[in-house]
């Protein structure tokens, strides 16, 4: 038991730094890369936390599709956030 | 340096109140320790043939709730994610996925193709795994479509788009087999209605065992194999869906800027 609050906590703060330099990246694309593993830690909160279902959508559509579709739209637009 | 100093005390501060309410502060309930008594009535009818009225004849308690107890919510889902995609669709209305920009259609390399071609098959055979076990196992329609829509945008990427030209993989085609999907779901919805006013009983939309006062029931087993009713009808056709639907995003998505602007006229073109 105390091992899993220990992995959801580490999880969870993993996730948090994750976030922050998804947020604060000027570089559209390591923003990207960075929300990608913001969804990694999520995505073992979600197993810890007992929710097979949803780590089973979650995973594909915030690991694989949500980047692939975000990268053809910077794609399609400029890789740096203009100031 | 004082920016970053607010911005680390405040992270500090919000992860530890969340953690706070979260555990100690008891906030998210009994974690991991106690079964909440809406859990139980769920738990106690979703797979139990003694409760005629109140079972959905599914192990999986989550597929039953979202396609039989709350099937109107999941249908409405579907419903959104229908209009998201027409409206995609109707943005690259005038859009020809068939031209082709000089020098393009590459890809990556051999080993990256090669990988690929045999992740693939996996792939494919997790996601239909998924859909038809979604009401034994954990899964279901919309996570096996998931699982399945990261085909096609895996071999846009590894192949570009016109290997799926070459393999006749279109955006009509994808239409198509996602209205199939669609109709299917739809079909499943009016089924019981159908039967009852033929046969004269009485049935609700969605129905999946029988209810009190209408005696409607989709067969449970199929042969000796659980296939609880409508779930996994409904799991099938929402893998139908949701693939394709992603998929057309895909197709669309993929086409060259420069080749969208030049057909679509307006301000891409003017300079």
Known sequence: MEVTYLLLALAMLFALIATYLAIVEKHLVKAVVFSAIQSIAFTLALYLLRAPDIVLVYLPITVGIYPAAILFLIKKTEEVEQP | MKRELITALSLTATVLVVAYISTLGGGLGPLFSDTRPLAKVFLST??????????????????????????????????????????????????????????????LSKIVKLVTKLLIPMNIAIAISIALHGHLTPGGGFQAGAAMAVVPMILIVVFSRY???EVKISKGLALALRSIGLIGIAFTVFLPIIIALISGVNSYIMQNQVKFGAPFSFPAFFGDSLISGSLILYNLFELLAVTFGFSILFLLLSIEESLVKEQMGGEGSEH
């Open chain 2, 46 to 107: 979703t797979l139990d043939p003694n409760k005629p009225m109140f079972t959905a004849m599914s192990p999986e308690g989550v597929t039953a709730i979202v396609w039989d107890y709350r099937g109107l919510d999941t249908l409405f889902e579907t419903a959104v994610f229908y209009l998201a995609i027409i409206g995609a669709v109707a943005v690259y209305r005038d859009v020809s996925e068939k031209v082709v920009l000089k020098g393009g259609g590459v890809g």
């Open chain 2, 163 to 165: 290997f799926l030209l």
